[in-house]
């Protein structure tokens, strides 16, 4: 049972390609699920769409839904199509976003920081000039705001949960085992699951999200994981499912999961 909860299209502003093309290349790929997950709209703004290289226009939602809904019924009996999205979390904006979300019959959201204080989590001049002590605080930051977002309820999955690294690779040198340690426990007790996401190697720093030794960290304490390619190209679906399967199974888990109307299904691994 192969599956990829983690695809973009053309709506975001920065990936390839329309929603049936991730579908067809998961079909190639061999899946049986696909979950086609766009980046949210920025609810929170006045705008309909301020940032149009980032994210998909606020109008733009509604034919969003309906156009996943349609091609899950096309490719009914060929591959189940998942409604899902990467959503921003903001945590001031979280009852809007809830709100959305409830309008809709989605699978999953994805909940994704992208931003602390205010700044991409991709930003690489954000390192610049910090002194050690604020790299920690900003990393004990980032893990906070992870494990809030696994409390609201709002969201299945937690996405590339040390994507901090992508345009930072010492990131991860940055010692702060405490705040993530509490974030993965945060994360166990509120039965959201961890992606292992191989889109790492489209950013400076190479590899998956996260890393091993937090997924070990991440069994330990009992957290669920699942599959996102983070698919921008169609020819990314389904990117090193197989490696990922193995590695799991080196570290000691046994099974990963998906969502369909919000339910976790368990796939032997
Ligand atoms: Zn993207
Ligand atoms: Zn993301």
């Not at 920081?113 to 610049?128: A, L, M, P």
């Amino acid at each position: 049972m192969k599956f990829d909860l983690h695809t973009h299209h053309f709506r975001c502003g920065h990936a390839d390609g329309d929603i049936e093309s991730y579908i067809q290349a998961g079909i190639k790929e061999g899946l049986q699920v696909i979950g086609i997950s766009d980046h949210s709209p920025y609810f929170g703004s006045e705008l309909d769409q301020p940032q149009p290289g980032i994210a998909m226009a606020k109008s733009d939602f509604t034919n969003y839904v309906d156009e996943v809904l349609r091609l899950k019924a096309k490719y009914e009996g060929k591959i189940d199509v998942l409604l899902g999205m990467e959503s921003d979390f903001y945590p001031e904006y979280i009852e809007l976003y809830r709100s959305m979300y409830e309008m809709y019959p989605f699978d999953y959201i994805i909940g994704s920081v992208h931003q602390t204080r205010g700044v991409s989590i991709f930003n690489r001049n954000r390192w610049k000039k910090l002194s050690e002590s604020t790299k920690i605080d900003e990393k004990r930051h980032y893990y906070e705001l992870i494990g809030h977002s696994a409390r609201t309820g709002v969201f299945q999955v937690l996405g590339h949960i040390d994507a901090m690294k992508g345009y930072y690779p010492a990131f991860s040198d940055i010692v702060a085992d405490d705040a993530i340690d509490s974030a993965l426990e945060l994360i166990a007790g509120s039965s959201v699951a961890i992606e292992i996401n191989t889109s790492g190697k489209t950013k400076d720093v190479g590899g998956w999200y996260p890393s091993d030794s937090i997924l070990e960290r991440a069994l330990h304490y009992g957290v669920q994981v699942t599959f996102g390619s983070d698919a921008h190209i169609p020819s990314r679906v389904g990117d090193e499912w197989e490696l990922v399967r193995a590695r799991l199974r080196e570290i000691g888990f046994e099974q990963w999961v998906y969502y369909k109307q919000k339910k976790p299904i368990a796939v032997p691994l």
